[in-house]
């Protein structure tokens, strides 16, 4: 209470004031007394002393003596940046955008300089327009071959996208698709940040979390968009289908992931994975897409004869020696290309270890293996607790490149959501042993990415492989820990 406090002895005391030197009192001036020392003042939060403090029911008693609630919510607090971090991250965030500035128009030339200009012809790109020439010419797809020798080996839909780039000249051509296709990645980004923001409830800065999922796979970026690679379409094509089916907007969703397997069959896998999550209305949606895509465009532009004799010689050609065995790759005319498990820029499984062990059991053994990683993922990822759903499509991710018959470097760039999903587990998830895993995972990645570019011996060994698999099983460890946790609570 004001102006009057209980003492020991009983009654009220009255304030006690200082007395002038002729005896008169001083009533501006008191004298401290043991009533003051009982007077309780709001505490102070002191938010310099950690970096993050959680407040549960923050109590203040004022001088009335009333118990005032500020909050009953749990907070979380910050401490304000220094002006001097302010002033580093702003720095940093304007040097990586000039970075990436820079790299993009620096990787368009190269882009169009290896198809347009360069004498030995090393792009890819050059492959999709000599068969769009054939698709307007009305010659077989499947003949059709850049000055370099490189046949056409995609699915007949490809080569109807591939007309209006056939059209123009080269350097043009060239330039309109690596434009798409970086346009593509930087939208990829953005969408992936969006579905680890969702599922993790991530409130940080978003800037450096795709900056540092982007600088993971940059190597394999530069690659795929210096070969007018079709694996960056690709890669927003799943993304994109992910994004938006988790958005519910299963039919736009549903048309991208059936234009990633209409594109490179691999995307496949992520049938499965929704008939396994039991999401009947997308896995229908998404079948009906790939049934019309498929065989609606090329019969209005090649006839349905034509058609069907394309998808027929595809199936022969690529798709049926891709999953058969040595004689048939051998026997296929894109085997040294595409299906050779001696080329050193397959970093599948299954090629590894016929590299490693040059046994004929090698694809069985890889085969087994394979079927093992996705049991553990079923087993998994059927008790996992929502909030761990991204880390779970992200092993799905994982498995499908590094399990696949087929997979070169430039098909990492689909290892964005997987890298975004471990960059924040290694930043924020609450269990210290976690955080540390992760860390060490994307360490570990980084660092055969690096050496990997560089190294014919680690790329026949396959180092990106195993680090691969690495991440697979720290993804996997991750939900199981999670799960667990949220089991104890």
Not at 126 to 147: E, I, R, S
Request: charged fraction near 15%.
């Amino acid at each position: 209470m004001i102006g009057a406090q209980c003492e020991q002895g009983g009654g009220l005391s009255q304030p006690a004031y200082q007395r002038r030197p002729d005896g008169s009192v001083d009533a501006q001036r008191r004298v401290p007394t043991s009533m003051d020392a009982t007077k309780r003042v709001p505490p102070k939060v002191n938010i310099d002393r950690a970096p993050r403090e959680r407040l549960e029911l923050v109590t203040v008693v004022t001088d009335e003596g009333q118990n005032a609630t500020i909050d009953n919510k749990v907070m979380t607090m910050r401490p304000p940046a220094s002006p001097t971090r302010n002033g580093f991250l702003g720095w940093a965030r304007s040097s990586v955008i000039a970075i990436a500035v820079a790299l993009t128009f620096g990787l368009g030339w190269v882009a169009v300089y290896r198809a347009a200009y360069s004498p030995e012809h090393r792009s890819d790109f050059t492959v999709y327009t000599a068969a769009g020439h054939a698709a307007l010419a009305g010659a077989d797809l499947y003949k059709a071959q850049n000055p370099r020798g490189l046949s056409y080996v995609y699915p007949p839909p490809f080569a109807i996208l591939m007309i209006p780039f056939s059209m123009l000249p080269v350097s043009w051509g060239t330039l309109a698709w690596y434009a798409l296709s970086a346009a593509l990645t930087f939208w990829s980004l953005r969408m992936c940040v969006s579905l680890v923001q969702e599922d993790r409830q991530f409130g940080g800065d978003t800037f450096w979390l795709a900056a540092l999922a982007a600088a993971l796979v940059l190597p394999w970026f530069i690659q795929g968009a210096a070969e007018g690679q079709a694996s960056l379409l690709m890669s927003w094509l799943m993304v994109a289908g992910l994004y938006w089916q988790a958005n519910h907007r299963p039919i736009l969703g549903a048309t991208c992931l059936a234009g990633a397997i209409l594109l490179k069959v691999l995307p496949a896998i992520l049938i499965a994975y929704f008939v396994w999550r039991k999401k009947w209305r997308f896995v229908a949606a998404t079948l009906a897409m790939v049934a019309i895509g498929a065989f609606a465009p090329p019969a209005l532009v090649f006839g349905w004869n034509k058609t069907l004799t394309y998808w027929h010689e595809w199936v022969s050609v690529v798709a049926a020696p891709s999953m058969g065995n040595d004689q048939q790759h051998r026997d296929s005319p894109v085997n040294g290309q595409l299906l050779s498990p001696y080329k050193a820029r397959s970093q599948t499984l299954q090629a590894v270890c016929w590299r490693l062990t040059g046994a004929r059991h090698a694809r069985t053994i890889a085969a087994a293996a394979a079927v093992a990683m996705l049991a553990v993922i079923g087993l998994v990822g059927w008790r996992s607790q929502p909030r761990s759903e991204s880390l779970v499509v992200s092993a799905v991710l994982v498995w499908m490149i590094s399990a696949a018959p087929l997979s070169e470097f430039h098909y990492l760039l689909a290892l964005l959501l997987p890298m975004m999903a471990m960059i924040f587990v290694a930043a924020h998830e609450t269990d210290r042993a976690t955080r540390w895993l992760a860390r060490a995972a994307l360490a570990v990645f980084a660092v055969a990415s690096l050496l990997t570019v560089g190294s014919p011996t680690l790329q026949q060994i396959g180092l990106l492989c195993w680090a691969m698999i690495a991440l697979w099983g720290v993804l996997l460890t991750t939900v199981v820990r999670q799960t667990r946790i949220c089991g104890s609570d």
